[in-house]
Nanobody
Framework: QPQLVESGGGLVQPGGSLRLSCAAS????????MGWFRQAPGKEREAVSC????????YYSDSVKGRFTVSRDDSKSTVYLQMNSLKPDDTAIYYC???????????????????WGHGTQVTVSS
């Protein structure tokens, strides 16, 4: 099964930027979606952004729209999350997920995830 490894988390001041990476290895399908989810202490895991390996429009949650940008490099089987103008509310563990033979909407809006990474901590604090 696919293995997902996140990297790029850390401590950043409010207004700063970070770029997360998620490298996938192992089996995948001809059509798949990769996405970023986050879970803050005491809160449920929520979808942040999802992107497919086709031309589907990426999904962004309202809380990150305009600040975060998701992208992918199919040659490296890697998806990125560029996070700008970070706020303390963005503090969470960020998880990479992959779903096979599904859509961006089903993954991000319905939580359809087949495989998870172990997560990377993002802390926004002065």
């Amino acid at each position: 099964q696919p293995q997902l490894v996140e990297s790029g988390g850390g401590l950043v001041q409010p207004g700063g930027s970070l770029r997360l990476s998620c490298a996938a290895s192992g089996y995948t399908a001809n059509y798949y979606v990769m996405g970023w989810f986050r879970q803050a202490p005491g809160k449920e895991r929520e979808a942040v952004s999802c992107i497919s390996n086709s031309d589907d429009r990426p999904y962004y949650s309202d809380s990150v729209k305009g600040r975060f940008t998701v992208s992918r490099d199919d040659s490296k089987s890697t998806v990125y999350l560029q996070m700008n103008s970070l706020k303390p509310d963005d503090t969470a563990i960020y998880y990479c997920g992959e779903a096979l033979w599904t859509t961006v909407e089903k993954m991000c809006l319905n939580g359809r995830v087949d495989y998870w990474g172990h997560g990377t901590q993002v802390t926004v604090s002065s």
